[in-house]
């Protein structure tokens, strides 16, 4: 099955500075690379995504990169804000009927004012 | 866009007591349903995965005698954690596919389980 690594674990930045989040994952088959960010105890929101047949996107401040031949994608969120601290996790999937979401370990953003 | 509306958000329970949780599809619906369990500070782990009309597959260490899931309908999915103990407390989550956005992933708000 997939497997899905996620670094770092935790991430602690300057305000109006850039993070950078990395994923690696193992199943070349993969072709949907979703990122979601988590605030403790409430559901994971979507905040970008990515198919297999680009190598970026970005939507305002945050941008995601996809390395095929490496099979990593990069999370990054530029100018951080305060309210980006949050936990953002990187998921990878075939596209499919059923097909599950894998997902990395997480990281822990936190955006120092 | 697509809602995923679940319940209870938060449940404390007694040891050895049963706790369903319910996970709803509003707008569309939801072919594939996939239930998360997620402990502090920790990536969501993958439960089982129900298909409308047809038993759950369970991922390997999951005792599906004790995590109980029905997706009886196209708008609804239960999970039912049957004689809970205290390592049962955790944040479970639900995932519902079928609708539009996200290529048809959209999670529900999740549930706080505490059993004491």
């Known amino acids: 099955g997939e497997n899905v690594e996620q670094h770092p674990s935790t991430l602690s930045v300057q305000e109006g500075d850039s993070a950078v989040i990395k994923c690696t994952y193992s199943?070349?088959?993969?072709?949907?690379f979703p990122w979601y960010k988590q605030e403790l105890g409430k559901r994971p929101q979507l905040i970008i995504d990515?198919?297999?047949?680009?190598g970026e996107k970005k939507d305002q401040r945050i941008a995601v990169t996809l390395n095929k031949t490496a099979k990593h994608f990069s999370l990054h969120i530029t100018e951080t804000q305060p309210e980006d601290s949050a936990v953002y996790f990187c998921?990878?999937?075939?596209?499919?009927?059923?097909?599950?979401?894998?997902f990395g370990t997480g990281t822990s953003l936190t955006v120092i004012p | 866009g697509a809602v995923v509306s679940q319940h209870p958000s938060r449940v404390i329970c007694k040891s050895g007591t049963s706790v369903k949780i319910e996970c709803r599809s509003l707008?569309?619906?939801?072919?594939?349903m996939f239930w998360y369990r997620q402990f502090p500070k920790q990536s969501l782990m993958l439960m089982a995965t129900?298909?409308?009309?047809?038993?759950?597959?369970?991922e390997q260490g999951v005792e599906k005698d004790k995590f109980l899931i029905n997706h009886a309908s196209l708008t609804l999915s239960t999970l039912t954690v049957t004689s809970a103990h205290p390592e049962d407390s955790s944040f479970y989550i639900c995932?519902?596919?079928?609708?539009?956005?996200?290529?048809?992933?959209?999670f529900g708000s999740g549930t706080r389980l505490t059993v004491v």
């Open positions: 995932s519902a596919r079928g609708g539009r956005e996200n290529y048809g992933y959209t």
């Open positions: 199943d070349s088959a993969s072709n949907y």
């Open positions: 990515i198919r297999s047949n680009v």
């Open positions: 998921a990878a999937s075939i596209l499919g009927t059923g097909n599950q979401f894998y």
């Open positions: 707008d569309f619906q939801a072919t594939t």
């Open positions: 129900s298909n409308e009309g047809s038993k759950a597959t369970y």
